[in-house]
């Protein structure tokens, strides 16, 4: 069965962070490929300063360079807003595939505020991986407060398509700083690069 870790997100823009968490899961969690899930729109982030979908998809693809990182707008294709919509359309249409949701630390915080996220953690499970400043809340977060029942030994991470569901791992990774807030805070034209001009 093809081992496939799922990394969402909006990539505004995309940033060695999000490729170091990846390589990191291919390689912790013995994975095939990793797929980037850029989002049309995240329902909870403002539409405001987010920059056009084929702006952020071709910011992800000149991040990624990796044969086994995927980038693709495919919540765009299936008509999807929600993690846990999205993830059961992918199941149902790759049925041999095992998925994984690969989290970084900061997403934990929020968890608990996306739709229908404990059905989500029934449907697959999730790897957290460490970023810096956001670790400690991670953990006092109410999503994990409820999911640490269902936590797994890192050591133990490559036998996750074996786990039932719910199931939690946490990654202690090397730490990579960048953010894209920082990214645009420093570089308000960031767009400009990946725009195309006719």
């Given at each position: ?9 909006s ?34 982030k ?11 998809l ?72 460490a ?68």
């Amino acid at each position: 069965m093809k081992r496939v870790g799922l990394l969402g997100g909006s990539f505004n823009p995309a940033h060695a962070g999000h490729r170091h968490i990846s390589i990191e899961a291919l390689r912790r969690l013995q994975l095939d490929e990793v797929w980037w899930l850029v989002s049309p729109q995240n329902p909870l982030k403002s539409a405001a300063g987010m920059a056009p979908l084929a702006v952020r998809l071709a910011s992800a693809r000149a991040v990624a360079r990796h044969p086994r990182i995927e980038v693709t707008a495919i919540e765009a294709k299936l008509g999807t807003r929600f993690a846990v919509d999205t993830v059961t359309a992918l199941q149902a249409r790759t049925p041999k595939t095992a998925f994984i949701w690969l989290a970084g630390a900061d997403i934990l915080p929020e968890l608990h505020r996306w739709h229908r996220w404990r059905d989500l953690l029934h449907r697959l499970p999730i790897a957290v991986l460490a970023r810096p400043r956001y670790t400690g809340s991670a953990m006092r977060s109410p999503a994990m407060a409820w999911a640490r029942r269902w936590r797994h030994p890192a050591g133990t991470a490559a036998d996750w398509p074996d786990w039932p569901t719910p199931a939690i791992v946490v990654l202690d990774t090397p730490a990579n700083p960048q953010s894209a807030t920082a990214i645009r805070n420093e570089n308000p034209g960031w767009t400009r690069r990946f725009t195309t001009q006719d």
